[in-house]
């Protein structure tokens, strides 16, 4: 998984948060060392970290973050005056978490790394993203072709409503960022997130994308490509490789991992 895959960071957790139940769980969770906009270096960590030790952890890493994440998702549940029904522990969610973890990796691959990578193997090693939380391997859609349809069917299903949409846009303008940094950036990110988000996301999102922005897009991603590939490949690779160093650091030293 190229490093520069984090760029996409924010378009990802929109596309998990557009689902209904998973939006509400964050927007109403009150698991405040997780929240990204009281925490936010802590939560980047933890969730570059997950993917890390998803993608390239051991079996013995992904044990060990499956029960620091299933600690901190015990207490996500929604209440009666939530909108919706939700546990951070239904495999359904986890389900839909993994596939846009398992998408983002797919179009990223095509934009940044290697467009022959994605194969039928690789889906099925996608797998992990779901089994290193709760969701049961057999879950996962059986074939690419499956994953598809199951990927087109939620999307087609999603709506989004102003609560969820006010806080993704605040997630893509990187509000959760000091105020400063975020009216400095925030046009920006606003920008790179619509820009890296699949179609049917700017649409149920109301973001508009013009084709000149389109063409700012491709620019930026083609320089990007070629720095990156100038790198060296422990650069290529940051900053996954080393939050799974750190994870394993702070798994032999018995620190928490969320």
């Known amino acids: 998984m190229p490093g520069i895959s984090a760029l996409a960071g924010a378009a990802n957790v929109i596309m ?9 769980g964050v927007a109403e969770s009150k698991v405040d060392s997780g929240n990204l906009f009281k925490h936010p270096l802590k939560r980047g960590r ?10 390239n952890g051991s079996p013995e890493d992904r044990k060990a973050y499956r029960r620091a994440v299933g600690h901190s998702h015990a207490r996500v549940r929604s209440t009666e005056s939530s909108p919706v029904k939700y546990s951070a522990f239904d495999p359904t969610l986890q389900l839909w978490v993994a ?21 039928e193997e690789a889906y099925q090693q996608g797998a992990l993203m779901g089994t290193t939380l709760q969701m049961p391997r057999d879950m996962w859609p059986a074939t690419r072709d499956d994953f598809q349809q199951y990927w087109d069917s939620t999307v087609s299903a999603l709506e989004i409503d102003d609560t969820i949409r006010d806080l993704l846009v605040s997630i893509a303008r990187f ?41 700012l897009f491709d620019l930026h991603n083609r320089i990007a490509r070629n720095l990156v590939e100038r790198l060296p490949k422990p650069l290529r690779a940051f900053p ?19």
């Open 240 to 258: 996954f490789n080393a939050y799974l160093w750190d994870t394993r650091r702070r798994i032999k030293a018995g620190k928490p991992l969320t």
């Open 99 to 119: 596939a846009c973890l398992y998408k983002g990796w797919e179009d990223l691959q095509v934009l940044f790394g290697d467009p022959a990578a994605v194969t």
């Open 16 to 24: 998990q948060l557009a689902l209904p139940a998973v939006g509400y």
């Open 46 to 55: 933890t969730t570059l970290a997950y993917l890390a030790v998803a993608v």
């Open 175 to 215: 509000e959760f960022l000091p105020k400063p940094v975020s009216l400095l950036i925030g046009d920006f990110g606003l920008f790179l997130t619509t820009g890296f988000l699949p179609p049917e996301f700017r649409e149920k999102m109301d973001l508009t994308w013009t084709p000149r922005q389109q063409r």
